[in-house]
């Protein structure tokens, strides 16, 4: 790498190399044989980039609730809606996002887009909470799914390639801008179709993770990306951005995550 997209300073230290799969790495259909891959975190705001020759093609509109939820999305989503407040990451999200919007906008029935919906837990709760929520999702079991049992308006497509015509109050990036190669383009569009005083939430690994060691599922290999208030603040500012609130957690299921609300810059 030449200069860091996020910073665009120059000078970056190598980081966790991996030989072979750490534990509990989802392998997808990749060959394992040769595998080698690392991170490059840069010096400055100490954001890890995934480096690998290890390709995974279409990996979320075809592979991933194969190799995640071996196709029982159902089954799965009844087991994490099922678990207990404290132990659920899922139900702190739904109370922040909630409460945060309730504060910042007026009026009821707001609108929200879940990019990347996958099994469906947080449009359905947060529906819940009085928003009228559509989920989209690259991955057609995950739309089916979330079209014919959770009855969500739905839409199937890759959020960058396809046209949305609609606008929001609420747009959601939970734990997706750090498995694409260019988040920033996700955040371009995600403002085009963002209400004049409308709201975007991302969640992201956090690099903090990194002090337990490199075999954290912060650090699998479908994660490009793994930020630092800093990096997440460049994105932000590159994209034209305002972060009303960034935080760094340690989530219910032990997850290293930063979360943060942009909006709009006037």
């Known amino acids: 790498m030449k200069e860091c997209f996020f910073c665009e300073k120059n000078k970056f230290s190598k980081k966790f190399e991996y030989l072979k799969p750490p534990k509990g790495e989802t392998l997808y259909s990749i060959d394992t044989k040769n595998y080698y891959r690392y991170y490059l975190q840069c010096n400055f705001c100490q954001h890890y980039f995934g480096i690998s ?29 099922k678990l207990p407040k404290k132990k659920s990451d899922n139900y702190s999200r739904v109370s922040r996002v909630a409460n945060f919007v309730k504060k910042k906008m007026k009026g009821k029935n707001k609108t929200l887009l879940d990019i990347g919906s996958g099994l469906g837990i947080f449009p359905y709760m947060i529906s819940k909470k009085g928003f009228t929520c559509t989920a989209l999702d690259p991955n057609k079991l995950s739309w089916m799914h979330l079209k014919n049992e959770l009855k969500i308006n739905s839409i199937h497509g890759d959020f960058i390639k396809i046209k949305i015509k609609k606008k929001y109050d609420v747009i959601t990036l939970n734990k997706v801008i750090e498995h694409v190669e260019q988040p920033e383009r996700m955040l371009i569009k995600a403002k085009a179709i963002l209400k004049k005083k409308g709201i975007i939430y991302i969640e992201v690994p956090d690099i903090l993770a990194a002090k337990k060691g490199k075999n954290r599922e912060e650090f699998h290999i479908d994660h490009l990306h793994v930020f630092s208030k800093k990096s997440l603040l460049f994105l932000a500012k590159k994209t034209n951005l305002n972060i009303d609130l960034i935080k760094s957690i340690r989530e219910p299921s032990d997850k290293f995550t930063i979360y943060a609300f942009l909006t709009k810059i006037n």
Do not use: D, M
């Open 53 to 81: 020759k290890i390709k995974i093609k279409n990996f979320y509109s075809s592979e991933y609730n194969r190799a995640i939820y071996s196709n029982n999305l159902k089954k799965n989503f009844e087991v994490i809606k």
